[in-house]
């Protein structure tokens, strides 16, 4: 057992050396530090980001990247009818999982309902399921990081309303 323990604390102190090289990575970065002013993006995420999208001028607009993650509704649609069912989970899993995992700590923490995208959480908290609201607003943020990469703003809650 004491192999196990030994083991254990020489992971965790790997893991610690580790979060602190991704702290630096990214508070040395200017995108990266541009991107955690979104609420559900951290560390982790806003390095990731950086390291799998280099140059955002890639996609055509923020819904092209959101479904590069895998983001948006599989459609089974035939003439008229148009069917939306669940996201796609086709592109970058690890992205999508920080995505997603960062919207649920937004929906459950994020406090400025004054503010356009604090309206927009309260909305979604009340029309959909959890898990419903975090996909959506891992959607809405994964549009509004395309919007910042490709004009090098920094986050507005009121402004990027409209890149989502």
Same mark, same amino acid.
């Given at each position: 057992?004491?192999?196990l323990y030994d083991e254990l604390t020489e992971l965790e102190a790997r893991l610690k050396k580790l979060?602190?090289?991704?702290r630096q990575l990214c508070q040395h970065n200017e995108?990266?530090?541009? $991107?955690?002013? =979104?609420?559900g993006? !951290?560390?982790l995420t806003a390095t990731a980001v950086v390291a799998a999208v280099p140059n955002a001028n890639e996609f055509k607009n923020g819904r092209h990247m959101s479904a590069w993650l895998g983001l948006?509704?599989?459609?089974?649609s035939s003439g008229d009818k148009q069917v939306l069912l669940g996201i796609s989970k086709? !592109?970058? &899993?690890y992205l999508r999982t920080l995505l997603i995992h960062g919207a649920r700590a937004a929906l459950s923490h994020y406090k400025k309902t004054e503010t356009g995208y604090g309206r927009w959480l309260v909305e979604r908290k009340a029309t959909l399921s959890f898990n419903k609201a975090a996909v959506a607003l891992a959607n809405k943020n994964? &549009?509004? =990081?395309?919007? $910042? $990469?490709?004009? !090098?703003e920094?986050?507005?809650?009121?402004v990027q309303m409209a890149a989502a």
């Amino acid at each position: 057992m004491k192999d196990l323990y030994d083991e254990l604390t020489e992971l965790e102190a790997r893991l610690k050396k580790l979060n602190v090289k991704v702290r630096q990575l990214c508070q040395h970065n200017e995108t990266c530090r541009r $991107l955690l002013k =979104i609420p559900g993006v !951290g560390e982790l995420t806003a390095t990731a980001v950086v390291a799998a999208v280099p140059n955002a001028n890639e996609f055509k607009n923020g819904r092209h990247m959101s479904a590069w993650l895998g983001l948006v509704p599989r459609q089974s649609s035939s003439g008229d009818k148009q069917v939306l069912l669940g996201i796609s989970k086709r !592109g970058d &899993r690890y992205l999508r999982t920080l995505l997603i995992h960062g919207a649920r700590a937004a929906l459950s923490h994020y406090k400025k309902t004054e503010t356009g995208y604090g309206r927009w959480l309260v909305e979604r908290k009340a029309t959909l399921s959890f898990n419903k609201a975090a996909v959506a607003l891992a959607n809405k943020n994964a &549009r509004i =990081i395309w919007s $910042l $990469l490709r004009t !090098g703003e920094e986050f507005n809650s009121d402004v990027q309303m409209a890149a989502a």
